[in-house]
């Protein structure tokens, strides 16, 4: 054999051996190499159930649990290339690594029977990082403390703390124990599980050794130096104030996480005596050069009895569809023009100039028997078209983030009382959802924010994790003034909201949601709302 090292490969040689231009060529380049290669492997997997993700979030509402750790580095602890050595401006002599395939094989196979069984209540790797990192990264995302013990597992504190040997730490009910053990030990990875750690109510990470106690630290102390690079190099480049306000967030102990209310009932469906009549109603579903939340939202309407047509701008124009065929007109979120500055902007041009397209929106806006919605670039379209539209005068336009960064983050909105057709009975629910825009900030022109709330024509706002609506970052991640992130006309027929509902109506949409939700997500009900309101 002979080392190629243009491709970092072995290859024959004698007579089955390939000349390196027969090579290259085989790989379909040029004979002229001008730099090195890397040998790239990439693979995929098909997903059967997605509701099966596993998360880091330690959960504190299971009753007792246990923290087990799997080493498939087999208590080597090798610091090698870890981040400890690199503190210490080291390399080290002995890097981690896969001793015994096998092993990793047999780790794969457990860890999947124990989610289908439903086993596992977190999950978190060991190999960015160490078991330090790891631990304390599931205390951060479940706003709880740990308690640890480490004795036992390697010959110094350091070793076993910040080696990055393969494995992983799970969090189990405490009554599945004994036959996590089990399976874990007929795996032929007895040897190398311990369980190790606890969850406990003082918000603080407590390590043992020895029956000594050799670290001791609060969760959110922790948190701040986990978070505190990502937070200087966010005020360098963002808006500084905004990144304060959102480091300073960890200082609150007492951080409950997102609100979840509901004034409705969930399992509700109050489309289903229309959907039963066999009628379903044309909605169009509109997009602009370069939207992409049509697809979500054509299935929200159409799970609520509607027929979603897809309708593109040229559409219209061209005159292959006209909006006198349809009861609901929804304009799509994405990002139309490339998300570029002024893109819902440039969306209303292509109305607002040219006559036919405007002829018809016209038309379309003062029938009585029709409704629209607008969502993030579709808001920002229908609001520049609001003298068109009966009712809608008071709407403000929406300019760049104060974060000055495009946001895509989870928010929390309260519904407010209003004639929205799409929120009746929803009125005081807390509830999560998508957001996605860097230009999402309300600019109020012919009214008042507080005017606006005051005759009840705001339908969103944005409110903090104790339910109270906010302008602080990023709780409300664009800065419009009281939170205002929805609004509808005062016939109700028309609304337009910068966060995405439409990506919300499944529950195996969210990242997380309460155990006890069904299949549909409470967002749904605003799509069957309108299906209910269409006679």
Known sequence: MEICPELDLAIPVGKDSLSMKTLWQKVGKDMEMTAPLSLIVSAFSPVSDVRKTLTPQLRTDKGETDLILIDLGAAKNRLGASALAQVYNQVGNEAPDVDDASKLRAFFDVIQQFNQDDKL?????????????????????????????????????????????????????????????????????????????????????????????????????LQKYWAENSYRMQALR????????????????????????????????????????????????????????QVEMAAAFDKAGFTAIDVHMTDIISGRVSLADFKGLVACGGFSYGDVLGAGGGWAKTILLNSKARDEFDAFFHRDDVFGLGICNGCQMLSQLSHMIPGAEHWPRFHKNISEQFEARYASVEVK??????????????????????????????????????????????????????EHYPENPNGSPQGITGLTSTNGRFTIMMPHPERLFRTVQYSWCPDDWGKDGPWMRMFRNARAWVK
């Open 417 to 470: 009382a209003s004639p929205s057709i799409f929120l009746q009975g929803m009125e005081g629910s807390k509830l999560p959802i998508a957001v996605a825009h860097g230009e999402g900030r309300a600019v109020f022109v012919k009214a008042s924010p507080e005017t606006v709330l005051e005759e009840g024509l705001v339908s969103l706002q944005y409110i903090d994790n104790k339910g109270i609506t906010t």
């Open 238 to 293: 963002d808006n500084a104030d905004c990144a304060k306000q959102e480091f300073e967030r960890l200082d609150d102990e007492n951080d409950a996480g997102m609100p979840i209310e509901l004034s409705f009932d969930l399992d509700e469906d109050v489309a289903a005596p229309f959907i039963q009549t066999g009628v379903r109603p044309a909605v169009a579903i509109l997009r602009e050069q370069g939207i992409n939340g």
């Open 121 to 221: 209540l977190a999950y978190h790797d060991r190999s960015d990082g160490g078991l330090l990192a790891c631990i304390a990264e599931m205390m951060f995302a479940g706003h709880c403390g740990v308690d640890i013990d480490i004795s036992g597992m390697g010959e110094s504190a350091l070793h076993t703390l910040f080696n990055e040997e393969l494995g992983a730490v799970i969090q189990i009910r405490h009554d599945d124990f004994d036959d996590v053990m089990q399976a874990l030990d007929a795996a032929g990875l007895g040897d190398m599980t311990h369980a190790f750690g606890i969850v406990n109510d003082d918000d603080e990470l407590r390590v043992h050794s020895d029956e000594q106690i050799i670290y001791q630290e609060k969760r959110s102390r």
